[in-house]
């Protein structure tokens, strides 16, 4: 059974939990306490990659990154090296893909928030940002954890987003499901049972987790 599979998907996924927390908190709270013009366009735009196929939203992504893509150009002229097939690229595909994730469970948790510590903050002057850093984040750590678990795990079995941006390039790459994938299509079973099977407990340990804090919540 091949490790470094699952060595990449961990990488991918550590990484992707340790990063949306910072793009999907702010996004969260906007969209939990904003109030602007074409606020359900936004909150349907956030909401999109968990709606699309992933091959579609893989699509996009491989186009918008790709070396004649806006962002695939501007990160080839910055480092030199291109984007997609590459470990950064699928870390921002995981970005993106696992956004709605990570909002949805945090602006829930905001929006459960006793409005009476904000009104004290905004009596003692707190700024936005301030109450924000201060206020908010601290009375929601429930929420940020049982999002970036759930990110996680979400992270761990992605398939189509990822092998559209990335392939299968052995140690940069080819994450577990990849793998798993490649396995079958070579009628290796057993080797996809048991990379599949490596995958259920950790799984299994992470909802566990979610419920727990989610109990200690309610």
């Not at 906007?30 to 579609?56: C, E, I, Q, Y």
């Not at 678990?149 to 577990?176: D, N, Q, R, W, Y």
């Not at 099977?197 to 309610?218: D, K, Q, Y």
Request: with cysteine.
């Amino acid at each position: 059974m091949e490790w470094e599979p699952f060595y990449l998907s961990a990488k991918l996924a550590f990484w992707t939990m340790l990063i949306i927390p910072f793009i999907a908190a702010p996004i969260a709270c906007m969209l939990a306490f904003g109030r602007f013009a074409g606020k359900s366009a936004v909150d349907a735009l956030v909401s999109l990659p968990m709606v699309l196929p992933p091959t579609v939203l893989g699509f996009w992504l491989l186009v918008i990154m790709g070396p004649h893509g806006s962002l695939g150009m501007f990160w080839e002229n910055m480092t030199g090296q291109r984007l997609v097939f590459s470990f950064m690229g699928i870390l921002l595909a995981s970005l993106v893909f696992n956004l709605p994730f990570a909002v949805q469970p945090l602006r829930a948790a905001f929006e459960k928030l006793d409005h009476r510590l904000l009104e004290s903050a905004a009596i003692l002057g707190l700024t936005r940002t301030q109450a924000f850093v201060r206020v908010i984040i601290p009375n929601s750590l429930g929420g940020l954890a049982a999002s970036s678990i759930l990110v996680f795990a979400h992270s761990l079995g992605e398939f189509g987003v990822i092998l559209m941006v990335g392939g299968s390039i052995p140690g940069e790459t080819k994450v577990a499901s990849v793998a798993i994938f490649e396995a079958v299509e070579a009628l290796r079973f057993d080797d996809a049972f048991l990379m599949s099977a490596a995958l259920v407990p950790v799984s299994f340990v992470v909802l566990l987790i979610i419920n727990r804090i989610n109990g200690r919540r309610s």
